[in-house]
């Protein structure tokens, strides 16, 4: 593929700060955490260790990993004041909006006072997340108040139970655990920026989360994975979705679910989590949304080199576990709040206000006219 042009539009190639905490497409098209490779971390961990690398610096021994669950787990209960913010909002509303809100009203019950107490809020927000979701959604579809404080050894294992009312079998949760740590952490995406800009002014962690959220939301970052859902639901079979794809290049639509700002031949997120939707595939004995998810990669590819991102092969992983379309974004926020909180403790640490310039391109000075004289 061409080399991009790292200048211009969309502030491309421009080095906006420091991290620790990832590379993205150094060799073109790897990913590491803390210096490990993607691949194995998501062969050989799971997503709590990764939290733990993601904010403490390190992958923890098996007593601290102990220790970290025990900590989390007793954080998954939910204030009855938020919960009532939780059951107000509409069965209709978008569930980005309710990650929004229960991350901005948690802010006002439990804010954080001092950057001391930044850990111990990021790993609230890590454990409530799945809460929060949950929770206006069994109220709001099933009208049911559920327990959140289940003893689910995992955070994977924890949403879908709540999201069920019954615990998860093993391939499920495993398969959670995985997309929980491909989704963790990405250098400076577009929401982690909205972070790391929020956190420039010393602003509160829940603020700078909650603007992470909405950035997040969108459908060319986050919310491509229940664009990609919606597409694929769309064809019947891979004919079909060739075809489909074909007249959409036509029309120069954006597939969703393809291309990437950074990498430029692939999504080093991608092999995995497809090695997974094809088990997933067979477990449920799928033989549709598998095959034209295949048929949409190698016609893309063919067509316009562009490649799946980590979004695609999530949809129809996610659809056969059984979880509803619109909760596919709020899963990412679910992981992605680590990479987001330690980049705000980044930020914090060696910290000058994010503002950059811009190009004045509008009229030349000029007077006020009084307003009788204007017409
Ligand atoms: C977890 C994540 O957030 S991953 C990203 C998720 N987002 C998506 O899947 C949305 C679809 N993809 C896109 O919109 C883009 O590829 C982005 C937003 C991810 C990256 O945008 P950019 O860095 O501006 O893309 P890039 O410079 O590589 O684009 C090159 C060309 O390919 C085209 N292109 C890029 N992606 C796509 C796509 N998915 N479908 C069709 N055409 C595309 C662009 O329109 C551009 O064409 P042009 O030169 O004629 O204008
Ligand atoms: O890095 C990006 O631009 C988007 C992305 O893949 C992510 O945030 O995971």
Not at 27 to 33: A, I, M
Not at 40 to 52: I, R, T, Y
Not at 178 to 192: D, G, P, R
Not at 217 to 225: K, S, V
């Amino acid at each position: 593929m061409a080399e991009k042009a790292l200048s211009g539009a969309g502030l491309r190639g421009q080095v906006a700060g420091k991290t620790a905490l990832s590379t993205v497409g150094k060799t073109g098209s790897g990913l590491t955490y803390r210096g490990y490779d993607i691949k194995d971390l998501a062969k050989n961990c799971e997503f709590e260790e990764v939290a733990h690398l993601i904010f403490y610096g390190e992958l923890p021994t098996s007593a601290q990993l102990v220790e970290y669950k025990a900590l989390l787990k007793s954080m998954r209960g939910l204030p009855q004041a938020l919960k009532e913010v939780l059951e107000r909002i509409p069965a209709d509303a978008h569930p980005m909006d309710v990650m929004r809100t229960g991350c901005s009203m948690l802010g006002n019950l439990e804010g954080e006072d001092s950057f001391a107490q930044q850990l111990e809020k990021a790993n609230r927000l890590l454990a409530a997340f799945p809460s929060i979701i949950c929770y206006w959604y069994r109220f709001t579809h099933d009208d049911v108040r559920i327990e959140t404080e289940t003893d689910d050894n995992s955070i994977g294992g924890h949403f879908l139970h709540m999201l069920r009312g019954e615990k998860p079998n093993p391939l499920h949760e495993q398969v959670m655990n995985v997309s929980l740590i491909l989704y963790a952490e990405h250098e400076f995406n577009a929401s982690t920026f909205t972070a790391r800009v929020c956190a420039s002014t010393l602003s509160d962690l829940f603020s700078c989360i909650t603007g992470a959220i909405g950035t997040l939301r969108g459908p060319l970052h986050g919310g491509a994975n229940e664009a990609a859902m919606e597409l694929i639901e769309s064809f019947s079979s891979p004919d079909e979705a060739e075809q489909g794809l074909l007249c959409m290049l036509e029309r120069k639509e954006k597939i969703m679910g393809f291309g990437h700002a950074i990498y430029r031949e692939s999504d080093p997120r991608n092999e995995i989590i497809k090695t997974w939707a094809e088990k997933l595939a067979e477990d449920v004995g799928d033989t549709r949304l598998y095959p034209v998810s295949v048929r949409c990669e190698a016609v893309m590819w063919r067509e316009k080199k562009l490649f799946c991102n980590a979004d695609f092969f999530h949809a129809s992983a996610y659809h056969f576990m059984g979880i509803p379309t619109k909760l596919f974004t709020p899963i990412f926020v679910m992981s992605r709040v680590t990479g987001w909180a330690a980049h705000v403790f980044e930020q914090r640490a060696d910290n000058r206000i994010i503002r950059p310039s811009a190009e004045y391109v509008g009229v030349e000075p000029r007077t006020v006219t009084p307003i009788a004289k204007r017409g």
